[in-house]
């Protein structure tokens, strides 16, 4: 066993063990080049357990189903390995054969057992982190590294990059003076922490700050801009600012510069983002041109490739589809929208009848779809065809399980605009002003609010 940075004992020699904490750390800074780092790692040095471990992370945590079956290659190699590994690695192949089963909170669960034992393992903090998100668990996403935070060296730029995490953990569970506090610390010790950067920024949209979200997002341009796998996200949050301010054209030309291009190929985690963008600015009655058009072809692309050879399903995470629908819905292409929110349906049957346990997707993607992204999806493309009841009937009770197919608040708003505009269409006055009344309790500088509440001025 060789320690690994953080004196985790860790099967293989040491040079690739330094290998691999040089990959990892690329990977906490959500640098670009974790992948090569990352991929060469498995090639090189396949024996090595945490190699194939963390490529198997890697692949999962994109969230694309087309990812999927190489995760599964990668996690049965680490099994392969199991007379070389110690415990902590026998617990990453337990995670990953969750995870990679579909049980998304099984494998969150294993990794918090893992954390007990060794709080130090910055690759367990980290995916554990990403599964508590991507499940809607705001209290551990918070928790989990609150536990660790104390055994991280406080001397190593490691330590840093986990209190960022923490950060955004406390703004998602509320906590937005400490996640700023936290996250600008992080940001000190580590200017290209874009996920420290991220917490900040949310912060600042939890609290309806435009000004002071454009000017921290300006002002730490350098850290986000190049190189990184946020650089995308970022240039999305500033653009929900530029949004609230009125400032149009500027989001549209976030769009075109940041969220998309045909050109260039976009992974789910980019498409939901440029999905998001372009529904607000339809909820908001904003000619968007061809936008729709184009971002459809890509997630047709996406769905197609999810189901492609060696897959075993046509999707696999319901908070990308119920943005595939916004895409495909603001296009025009109901029959494909259609098409995902049947599926949904089918996956939603399986949390009702309590399949899910054997091969396929799992259970978790089909709660995911039964509590969130059923009625999301069947929310949106309602929308679109303004069946305004329809939308209200399903958001309304919706909005208390929304968290459990995971994003942020902010990225979840989309619904609740979605539905708070449907009030307004659907005549239920009642029902607009208590949403416009919970948002600027939070959001007192709220500029959509105070233009929807001047709409309803008058009214009945």
């Given at each position: 066993?060789?320690?690994?940075a953080?004196?985790?004992?860790t099967a293989?020699?040491p040079?690739?063990?330094?290998?691999y904490d040089?990959?990892?750390?690329?990977?906490l800074?959500?640098?670009t080049?974790?992948?090569p780092a990352?991929?060469t790692?498995v090639?090189?040095?396949?024996?090595?357990?945490?190699?194939q471990?963390?490529?198997?992370?890697?692949?999962?945590s994109?969230?694309?189903?087309?990812?999927v079956?190489?995760?599964r290659e990668?996690?049965?190699a680490?099994g392969?390995l199991?007379g070389h590994?110690g415990?902590r690695?026998g617990?990453h192949?337990?995670a990953?054969?969750?995870?990679?089963a579909?049980?998304?909170?099984?494998a969150?669960?294993?990794?918090?057992?893992l954390?007990?034992e060794?709080?130090a393992?910055?690759l367990?903090l980290m995916m554990?982190?990403?599964?508590?998100?991507?499940?809607?668990?705001?209290?551990?996403?918070?928790?989990?590294?609150?536990r660790?935070?104390?055994a991280?060296?406080?001397d190593?730029?490691?330590h840093?990059l986990a209190q960022?995490?923490y950060a955004?953990?406390l703004?998602?569970?509320g906590h937005y003076?400490q996640?700023?506090?936290?996250?600008l610390?992080a940001?000190?010790?580590n200017p290209?922490?874009?996920?420290a950067?991220?917490a900040?920024?949310?912060?600042?949209?939890?609290r309806?700050?435009?000004a002071?979200?454009v000017?921290f997002l300006d002002?730490?341009a350098a850290g986000?801009?190049?190189?990184?796998?946020?650089t995308?996200h970022?240039?999305?949050?500033?653009a929900?600012f530029l949004?609230d301010a009125g400032?149009?054209?500027?989001?549209l030309a976030?769009?075109?510069t940041w969220?998309y291009?045909?050109?260039v190929?976009?992974?789910?985690?980019?498409?939901?983002d440029a999905?998001?963008?372009?529904?607000?600015?339809?909820?908001d009655?904003?000619?968007t041109g061809?936008?729709f058009?184009g971002?459809?072809?890509?997630w047709a692309?996406?769905l197609?490739?999810?189901g492609?050879p060696?897959?075993t399903?046509?999707?696999w995470?319901?908070f990308?589809?119920?943005h595939?629908v916004?895409?495909?819905?603001?296009?025009?292409?109901l029959g494909?929208?259609r098409?995902?929110?049947?599926r949904?349906?089918?996956?939603a049957?399986?949390?009702?009848?309590g399949a899910?346990?054997g091969p396929?997707?799992g259970?978790?993607?089909?709660?995911?779809?039964?509590?969130?992204?059923?009625?999301?999806?069947?929310?949106t493309?309602?929308f679109v065809?303004d069946?305004?009841?329809d939308?209200?009937?399903?958001?309304?009770?919706a909005r208390r399980?929304l968290?459990r197919?995971?994003?942020s608040?902010?990225?979840r708003?989309?619904w609740?605009?979605t539905l708070?505009?449907?009030?307004?269409?659907s005549?239920?006055v009642?029902?607009a002003r208590?949403?416009?009344?919970?948002?600027?309790?939070?959001?007192?500088a709220?500029g959509?609010?105070?233009?929807?509440?001047?709409?309803?001025?008058?009214?009945?």
């Amino acid at each position: 066993m060789t320690p690994d940075a953080h004196g985790n004992p860790t099967a293989g020699p040491p040079d690739a063990v330094a290998r691999y904490d040089h990959a990892l750390d690329r990977l906490l800074r959500l640098r670009t080049d974790v992948v090569p780092a990352a991929s060469t790692l498995v090639r090189d040095a396949p024996e090595v357990p945490m190699a194939q471990a963390l490529w198997a992370y890697l692949m999962l945590s994109s969230t694309d189903a087309a990812d999927v079956p190489a995760a599964r290659e990668s996690v049965d190699a680490l099994g392969a390995l199991a007379g070389h590994w110690g415990p902590r690695e026998g617990g990453h192949h337990r995670a990953l054969e969750a995870w990679a089963a579909g049980d998304w909170r099984r494998a969150a669960a294993v990794l918090d057992d893992l954390l007990i034992e060794w709080p130090a393992d910055l690759l367990a903090l980290m995916m554990g982190h990403q599964l508590d998100f991507y499940v809607g668990d705001a209290a551990n996403l918070r928790d989990r590294v609150g536990r660790s935070l104390g055994a991280v060296d406080p001397d190593h730029p490691h330590h840093g990059l986990a209190q960022g995490m923490y950060a955004f953990g406390l703004e998602e569970s509320g906590h937005y003076e400490q996640a700023e506090q936290h996250g600008l610390a992080a940001v000190g010790r580590n200017p290209d922490d874009v996920w420290a950067i991220h917490a900040v920024a949310h912060t600042h949209e939890m609290r309806g700050d435009v000004a002071g979200g454009v000017a921290f997002l300006d002002d730490q341009a350098a850290g986000w801009h190049d190189g990184n796998l946020f650089t995308v996200h970022l240039a999305w949050h500033r653009a929900l600012f530029l949004l609230d301010a009125g400032r149009v054209d500027d989001v549209l030309a976030t769009y075109d510069t940041w969220a998309y291009s045909a050109e260039v190929p976009a992974a789910p985690l980019q498409l939901v983002d440029a999905s998001a963008l372009l529904w607000r600015l339809l909820l908001d009655g904003v000619d968007t041109g061809d936008r729709f058009a184009g971002l459809a072809d890509a997630w047709a692309l996406a769905l197609a490739r999810a189901g492609g050879p060696g897959a075993t399903e046509a999707s696999w995470y319901p908070f990308n589809d119920a943005h595939a629908v916004m895409a495909l819905a603001g296009a025009g292409r109901l029959g494909e929208a259609r098409a995902v929110v049947v599926r949904l349906e089918a996956d939603a049957a399986g949390a009702a009848g309590g399949a899910g346990a054997g091969p396929g997707p799992g259970p978790d993607r089909a709660t995911m779809a039964a509590d969130a992204g059923l009625p999301a999806a069947r929310a949106t493309l309602a929308f679109v065809e303004d069946r305004h009841e329809d939308v209200v009937a399903d958001l309304l009770p919706a909005r208390r399980t929304l968290h459990r197919f995971g994003g942020s608040h902010a990225q979840r708003d989309a619904w609740e605009r979605t539905l708070l505009e449907s009030a307004l269409a659907s005549g239920r006055v009642g029902l607009a002003r208590a949403l416009l009344s919970e948002r600027l309790a939070t959001r007192p500088a709220s500029g959509y609010a105070a233009q929807r509440q001047a709409d309803l001025a008058g009214r009945t």
